[in-house]
T-cell receptor, first 110, second 113 residues
Framework: GENVEQHPSTLSVQEGDSAVIKCTYS??????FPWYKQELGKRPQLIID?????GEKKDQRIAVTLNKTAKHFSLHITETQPEDSAVYFC?????????FGKGTMLLVSP | DAGVTQSPTHLIKTRGQQVTLRCSPK?????VSWYQQALGQGPQFIFQ???????QRGNFPDRFSGHQFPNYSSELNVNALLLGDSALYLC????????????FGQGTRLTVV
């Protein structure tokens, strides 16, 4: 089955800095790669996603890049704000189910 | 649109007992997937239901079973509870016929004592 590795497990940045979270996947059939943000005690919420026919997607301060050849994808957050502090999960979907990474705790200090 | 709703929000059970968790999918969605999220971990796929059938299953024992009703709502049953079953159980709904994102419910926090 699919295996998704996510790094780093914890990331601390100063407000205004950029943050990058990286994921690799194993199943070349995976074709959909969402990123979820989960605040403490709350549900995972989709923040951005990318499909395999696209190399990059941007939404305001958030961008995702995908390298299908290398089987890795990354989340980029620019101009980080304290409210960006949360756990971020990457995921990969092949057939129809999502396989998640173990998460990255992002801490943004004012 | 109420989105994906789960009940109950919190539950405490004793080892060996049985539990049933419930999920109502987002309006227009026909597929329900269940995930287990242990503390500090990413969600782990349990199984997926579509047209009242279990369509795919993750690496979980037979103690975990489910059901989908004609109105697309779903139940997750866990028998012979173990301490290790303590986790946040998340339900996600989607529409199988379209390449859509999955929407998560707020989860049920199960504590086994």
């Amino acid at each position: 089955g699919e295996n998704v590795e996510q790094h780093p497990s914890t990331l601390s940045v100063q407000e205004g800095d950029s943050a990058v979270i990286k994921c690799t996947y194993s199943d070349s059939a995976s074709n959909y790669f969402p990123w979820y943000k989960q605040e403490l005690g709350k549900r995972p919420q989709l923040i951005i996603d990318i499909r395999s026919n696209v190399g990059e997607k941007k939404d305001q301060r958030i961008a995702v890049t995908l390298n299908k050849t290398a089987k890795h994808f990354s989340l980029h957050i620019t101009e980080t704000q304290p409210e960006d502090s949360a756990v971020y999960f990457c995921a990969a979907r092949g057939y129809s189910t999502l396989t998640f990474g173990k998460g990255t705790m992002l801490l943004v200090s004012p | 649109d109420a989105g994906v709703t789960q009940s109950p929000t919190h539950l405490i059970k004793t080892r060996g007992q049985q539990v049933t968790l419930r999920c109502s999918p987002k309006s227009g969605h026909d597929t329900v997937s269940w995930y287990q999220q242990a503390l500090g971990q990413g969600p782990q796929f349990i199984f997926q239901y579509y047209e009242e059938e279990e369509r795919q299953r993750g690496n979980f024992p037979d103690r975990f079973s489910g059901h989908q009703f004609p109105n697309y709502s779903s139940e997750l049953n866990v028998n012979a509870l173990l301490l290790g079953d303590s986790a946040l159980y998340l339900c996600a709904s989607s529409y199988l016929g379209r390449d859509t994102e999955a929407f998560f419910g707020q989860g049920t926090r199960l504590t086994v004592v």
